[in-house]
């Protein structure tokens, strides 16, 4: 009784918008005061690097491509290769020296041996690849050993490694990025400037999902790092895909943010079945539900849906959804956009007497509409990432504008911040879960800052 009560009441918190059910029940994660002497790093420049020297850390699945991709860029040098397994060091290394490249240093063989490469002296850049559980603490020592650092997602998988993470970033002011490429969508990024320049007037709801059967490729992961963690942890442990390109059409640390976020789950079937299927064992204390649902409040007043589930049988959905006042994008399972006709530019528009918000619009119209809000950051190298590839391109958008910014010294397109807001659905939504879907605070983890600026933008 008292736990239906309890959800009677989160229910009502939710829908009908009361602060003091809200207050009642949120579970309060509070941040930290900043040390003396620490000051925020939004829009953090730092001097420019016209040669950006990398190493990289991690060279099983992710890593290689990114090094592959870093050669199709003017200004950089790749000085380090690192990784625990000798053949992916030596593999990768191959590969630069057929392109006419000089061979980098190379580190193997242990757990440890990423140390050194954070400690090189001639490194501005340290990229960091491996598996989950390692990424925030070499971004910590890249950082405290000089480095400016890219982290690949998720960057932090607990609150203590997404304040190490900040507080470091503020202390030595050093670049601390997490490498989500999905924001670099064509897609994503064509509607984000539809959104900033107003033709879906005030988005008031977003949508995420990362929906993608892994069963071709949990062995891929070394060590089974990947399937453990999903067995010893519960909620939403890989949102920033949906969560991260929503953020930024919200302005999320940019004039709105995040409040308290809601999350349930369905009971753990398909991966404990995988399980028993591959290695005879039997799962009895699998941790994460099968399908993940995460509801978030804003500041402004808005709400952001997240989904998580790497089991079932259904097709890929990297969702990405968008509701405005004056209009609607989608992505996933469908691609397209709802606008009336009074809000689509006439000479679009022209030849469609027909259009309504109740339907996407026809190809025509929005391949028109996709092609006057082609979003200026790509419009000189769309071309070439869709040549050099990674996921169509968005990973060498990804990995294009980081270079460009440290390059001309100017603030990336996504801060520490951004990375916080992002992974912390990792841990809050546990909390949530395992307190009967309890609402949970978000912090500020700007502490204070979040309005300051009001639109994201990207330095040119």
């Not at 041996?113 to 690849?129: E, G, Q, S």
């Not at 789950?265 to 649902?293: M, Q, S, V």
Request: aromatic letters at 8%; hydrophobic letters at 40%; a negative charge.
């Amino acid at each position: 009784m008292k736990r239906s009560l309890f959800l009677l009441l989160v229910a009502v918190c939710l829908f009908t918008g009361s602060k003091n059910v809200v207050m009642a029940q949120l579970i309060e994660t509070p941040a930290p005061p900043r040390l003396a002497g620490q000051t925020d790093v939004l829009g953090l420049t730092c001097k420019p690097i016209p040669t950006v020297r990398v190493a990289f850390i991690g060279l099983g699945m992710r890593g290689p491509g990114a090094v592959d991709r870093m050669t199709h860029i003017e200004g950089v040098e790749i000085v380090a290769l690192c990784d625990m397994l000798k053949e992916n060091v030596e593999k990768v290394n191959r590969k630069l020296v057929g392109k006419g490249l000089p061979k980098a240093l190379e580190f193997y063989g242990d757990e440890e041996v990423w140390r050194k490469v954070t400690a090189l002296p001639d490194v501005d850049l340290v990229y960091i690849a491996t598996d989950w559980k390692n990424h925030a603490k070499m971004g910590v020592q890249a950082m405290k050993d000089g480095k400016h650092v890219a982290i690949e997602v998720p960057a932090a998988m607990s609150m203590d490694e997404i304040w190490d993470l900040i507080n470091t970033s503020e202390q030595t002011r050093k670049h601390c990025m997490q490498l989500e490429n999905c924001v670099y969508d064509f897609f994503e990024l064509t509607t984000l400037n539809m959104v900033q320049q107003g033709l879906l007037g005030e988005v008031i709801h977003g949508e995420g999902a990362y929906i993608h059967g892994l069963q071709p490729y949990w062995d891929e992961y070394w060590n089974n790092w990947r399937m453990d963690f999903n067995e010893t942890h519960r909620g939403d442990v890989y949102p920033t895909h949906g969560l991260g390109p929503v953020c930024q059409a919200m302005n999320i640390h940019r004039g709105d943010k995040l409040n308290y976020l809601v999350s349930m789950d369905t009971k753990p079937i398909g991966n404990p079945a995988y399980i028993k299927e591959k290695t005879g064992r039997d799962a009895t204390g699998f941790r994460n539900g099968d399908h993940t649902c995460t509801l978030i409040y804003t500041e402004k007043g808005k709400s952001i849906l997240i989904e998580h589930n790497v089991t079932s049988p259904r097709p890929y959905n990297r969702m990405y959804q968008l509701t405005g006042t004056k209009g609607f994008a989608n992505k996933y399972p469908v691609s397209g956009y709802a606008l009336d006709k009074g809000d689509i530019d006439p000479a679009i528009a022209a030849n469609h007497e027909n259009l309504s918000a109740h339907a996407f619009v026809p190809d025509d119209v929005k391949k028109a509409l996709m092609e006057k809000y082609r979003h200026p950051i790509v419009v000189d190298i769309e071309e070439k990432a869709k040549t050099v590839g990674g996921h169509g391109g968005m990973d060498f958008v990804m990995d294009y504008r980081l270079i460009h910014c440290l390059q001309n010294g100017l603030p990336l397109d996504m801060d520490v911040y951004d990375l916080a807001e992002w992974c912390c659905l990792i841990p809050l939504t546990e909390i949530s879960l395992d307190h009967y879907s309890a609402p949970v605070q978000i912090p500020d983890f700007t502490r204070g800052a979040w309005n300051r600026s009001d639109k994201l933008t990207f330095a040119k």
